[in-house]
């Protein structure tokens, strides 16, 4: 069964600076999908940013970006110049590629911005 | 566009009762997506419903039922509600031929006392 594993449970960032939220994951399957989701306390999970695991180079959202290492199982989550709208929690999500896809998710960082 | 709706926001049941949750679709969307969080955790798959029918379900006991209408909104159905029921209940829909991304609703607060 594939797992996802985000061993912060929570992480603060002076605003403007830099913050990277870590994830693993296990899974047997070559192809998939990863994603980084957002849950401010409006409750609404936000997605932030999706990368093909086939696709080598890391995704780039604006400020948010990843480092993907496939070999390694590693997703991490870097957000720059971050601001206080970026509190919330972090959610690292995977999915097989299949006509049924269910997000399997890990159990979220904290992420607390300082003015 | 409209996103994903969800109705209600809060609902407090007691243990026993029989509870509806409604999810309607963003626009364009087919497939939708059930999902339990439990407080502090991240959200669990219950099913997926593509085209009117069950496409995928979680570890979850069969009193957890749905259904998907030909608007390709969606209901949840908890029957014989039980405290550990107490949660918030994501739905999620996703566009045709790119069912792995997924779009969610606000959620609704289950509480059962």
């Known amino acids: ?30 192809d998939y999908y990863l994603f980084w989701y957002k849950q401010p306390p409006s409750r609404q999970m936000i997605l932030v940013i999706r990368q093909e ?31 206080l709208g970026d509190a919330a929690m972090y959610f690292c999500a995977y999915s097989v590629i299949s006509g049924n896809t269910p997000l399997v998710f890990g159990k979220g960082t904290r992420l607390s911005v300082i003015a | 566009e409209t996103g994903v709706t969800q109705s209600p926001t809060h609902l407090i049941k007691t243990r026993g009762q029989q509870v509806t949750l409604r999810c309607s679709s963003q626009s364009g969307h087919n497939t939708v997506s059930w999902y339990q969080q439990a407080l502090g955790q991240g959200p ?48 999620a829909s996703s566009f045709p031929g790119s069912q792995e991304t997924q779009y969610f609703g606000p959620g609704t607060r289950l509480l059962v006392l």
């Not at chain 1, 594993?5 to 899974?27: F, G, I, K």
């Open chain 2, 44 to 91: 669990q798959f219950i099913f997926q419903y593509y085209r009117e029918e069950e496409n995928g379900r979680g570890n979850f006991p069969p009193r957890f039922s749905g259904l998907q209408f030909p608007n390709y909104s969606s209901e949840l159905n908890v029957n014989a509600l039980e405290l550990d029921d107490s949660a918030l209940y994501l739905c």
């Open chain 1, 1 to 30: 069964a594939q797992t996802v594993t985000q061993s912060q449970p929570e992480m603060s960032v002076q605003e403007a600076e830099t913050v990277t939220l870590s994830c693993t994951y296990d899974t047997s399957e070559s």
């Open chain 1, 53 to 83: 695991a086939y696709k080598q180079q890391n995704a780039t959202e604006n400020r948010f970006s990843v480092n993907f290492q496939k070999a390694a199982k590693s997703f991490s989550l870097k957000i720059s110049d971050s601001q």
